[in-house]
């Protein structure tokens, strides 16, 4: 009796859970114990590489929205200089042609021959490039904040 108590706590390892167990049944449980405890920790470092990329994912995000709001802003600004420019450019168009009708109007009165220039068409219509519309190249410098 002695010695099938010895073999039966020799084979439960001091664990009481497995004193009725014959071995490989015990093998099998401890082995799937330690396959769970690696599977456990596999998903712990996947979730951890996942939670890292999802950090390094939301930075890059940040870095291109201020991007994209500084050329937001630079274009806001360029497109009201370029509002001022066409105002501007009314403006002067519409004072030339006052002029050219004072010039006009002299000639007629004074009887001398007067050199007129005609106003050219990209000024009356500046919405009709002289020349095909070509890319405008920037450095790229221009664009980062």
């Known amino acids: 009796m002695a010695s099938m108590k010895q073999t039966s706590n020799s084979g439960s390892d001091g664990d009481p859970r497995y004193a009725g167990m014959d071995e490989r049944k015990r093998k099998r449980m401890i082995s799937n114990r330690e ?3 690696r599977s456990r920790m596999r998903k712990q470092q996947h979730l951890q590489t996942l939670i890292s990329q999802v950090t390094q994912l939301q ?3 940040s870095l291109i929205e201020e991007k994209i709001n ?3 802003n630079m274009y806001v600004v360029l497109a009201s200089q370029n509002n001022v420019l066409r105002a501007q450019l009314a ?3 519409d004072r030339l042609c006052s002029l050219n009708s004072v010039l006009q109007i ?3 009165v ?3 021959a007067m050199d007129i220039p005609e ?3 990209t000024l009356l219509e500046p919405w009709q490039f002289p020349c ?3 890319p405008v190249s920037a450095p790229a410098s221009m664009f980062q904040c």
């Open 35 to 37: 396959s769970a405890k």
């Open 132 to 134: 095909p519309i070509q």
């Open 70 to 72: 500084g050329a937001t």
């Open 106 to 108: 002299a000639e007629e």
């Open 59 to 61: 930075n890059e995000n």
């Open 119 to 121: 106003i050219p068409d």
């Open 91 to 93: 403006e002067l168009t």
């Open 110 to 112: 004074s009887g001398l």
